[in-house]
Every structure is written in C-alpha cells, then in structure tokens.
C-alpha cells in the first residue's frame, strides 16, 4: 500500500516506536523522495531534511525502546537471608519481574546397619529440602500461587539387609551383609517463575528487600514391616545454591532523543507554512 501524500513526521516516528524491532529501510528514488519499508507500509514523499531528522530518530530511540534486563544473583549455603536491590523506576517502565531459584547437593554419607534378627529391604535417602519466603515482597504469580516450588535434591538407594550377624543393637556398623553406606552425589533441582503484576508495588523503590531461604536435610532409611531395629550414622551433605531476581523494563527515553522528535516535528511544520 503507497501513501503518495506527505505525512508528517511524528507520524513517522509513531510507526517506529510502535514497531520498533521492525525492518527498515530507506532509498533516494528522485527529487528527494524517500520510501520507508515498515512491514510492509510504503511511505512515500519526505524531503531531504525530514529524511535526516527520522532517521537520527530511528537511531537513537529504537535501541531505547527495547527491553532491557537488570538481573542480581545471591548465593546461600544452609539456611541463609538474601539482600536484594529494588528496581528504581526512574530507570522505565517495568514490565516483568523474574524469581530463578535453584538448589544442589553434594557430597555427605549415610550409614545404615540392620540390628533385626530378619532381612531388611530398605530405601535409602539423602538430600535436602529448600523453600523461599519474604516479609518484605510478595513471592506470588498471576494464578495466585507460590512464583516457585519447593526444590528437592537428593540420592536414593534401595538395599537388601541380612539379617544381624553379631555387632549387636545400637552399635552401627557399615559393613556387609548386614550394613549399607550411602554416599551423596551432585544433585540438583531449579524453579522459575513471574511475580504477579499487581505486586510489583513490593519491590519498586531505591532501597532493598530480602528473601529468606529455608533448607531441611533429609536422611532418611525407612521402616520395614517386619524389622524392628535399624541404626544409623549421617554426615551432612552440603546443600547450597542462588536466587535471582530478574528485572525486566522499558526504559525511560534520553533528554536527546525528545529534544530531537520535537526539533523534528517544529521543522516540518514551519517549512509546511512557508
């Protein structure tokens, strides 16, 4: 579709805000005539020097009204309370908010001996629990539930357990047949999700907030229906990771580029009366 008739160039700039991730492009066909490719729309019939003002405005408020992303990371290890940074809202507009939450295991050992005078089939496991919550922000997506799960990481073991062979109730003793050790191994677990946007209020703001982190070991061997007496040794595994808050925006145009758009729009207009 061709637009022979001049339009004006704020207009112009509309098109581009509106579609700023569009293709364009621009040719000199004659008498300073000029076509902009828009997605298709063919504008036809700026002069020279409104071409020049729209594409220094195509320049620099293009890349501006882009998305932009402000991403922070805390580490824990064990029960730990997070410090983030709030989004200042005089950076732009802000248009999600991201919760990445992610937990990992490593290493510990858990000892199981069978003190029962029967065999024992057992499942074995080891890991840990975490959870996020926060008095200062509200942790909640659009469908009114946790923006994350609670993670679990974990390994697991199931073993056959003769029956006691002489160490005796209460002494735990990790070799065979009748003892079992398990040695914990790199796990992990992750969740993510959005902050529902009538909660953005919580974290909108020049100061900080914090998020607390809960972790629970687990060290667990069962109980059998037919086995009475099972003991046990643990070694803590080490059970840590992050959570990151992920600010996405729409940033606030420079002075430059509206001085510009109005230098543009004031031009156009006075050589239209001239």
Do not use: H
């Not at 594409?55 to 064990?78: C, H, K, Q, R, Y």
């Not at 057992?122 to 200062?136: E, F, N, P, R, W």
């Amino acid at each position: 579709m061709c637009y022979k008739s001049k339009i004006s160039i704020f207009t112009e700039v509309c098109f581009l805000i509106v579609w700023p991730g569009c293709v364009y492009s621009a040719e000199i066909k004659s008498e300073f005539s000029l076509f902009f490719v828009l997605g298709g729309l063919k504008v036809k019939g700026i002069n020279n020097f409104a071409k020049i003002i729209i594409l220094s405005v195509v320049v620099m408020i293009t890349p501006s009204a882009m998305a932009t992303l402000i991403s922070e990371t805390e580490t824990f290890t064990g029960d730990d309370t997070l410090t983030f940074n709030e989004f200042d809202s005089i950076l732009g507009t802000l248009t999600s908010i991201e919760i990445i939450f992610d937990l990992s295991i490593d290493n510990g050992w858990l000892i199981v001996d069978n003190d029962d005078s029967v065999q024992a089939d057992v499942t074995i496991v080891l890991g840990a629990v975490a959870a996020i919550s926060s008095t200062d922000v509200r942790l909640t997506n659009a469908s009114w539930q946790p923006v994350v799960d609670i993670l679990v990481a974990s390994t697991t073991a199931v073993v056959t357990l003769a029956a006691e062979i002489g160490d005796g109730p209460g002494i735990v003793d990790a070799n065979g047949p009748d003892g079992t050790t398990l040695n914990g191994e790199p796990d992990s677990d992750l969740d993510n999700g959005l902050i529902r946007g009538a909660y953005f209020v919580d974290y909108i703001g020049t100061g900080t907030f914090e998020i607390d982190v809960d972790v629970t070991d687990i060290a667990e061997w069962g109980s059998p229906p037919n086995v009475e007496d099972l003991s046990s040794a643990v070694d803590i595994l080490s059970a840590g990771s992050s959570v990151t808050v992920n600010y996405t925006y729409t940033p606030i145009p420079e002075p430059a580029t509206m001085a510009l758009l109005g230098l543009g729009s004031i031009a156009l207009i006075r050589k239209r009366r001239l």
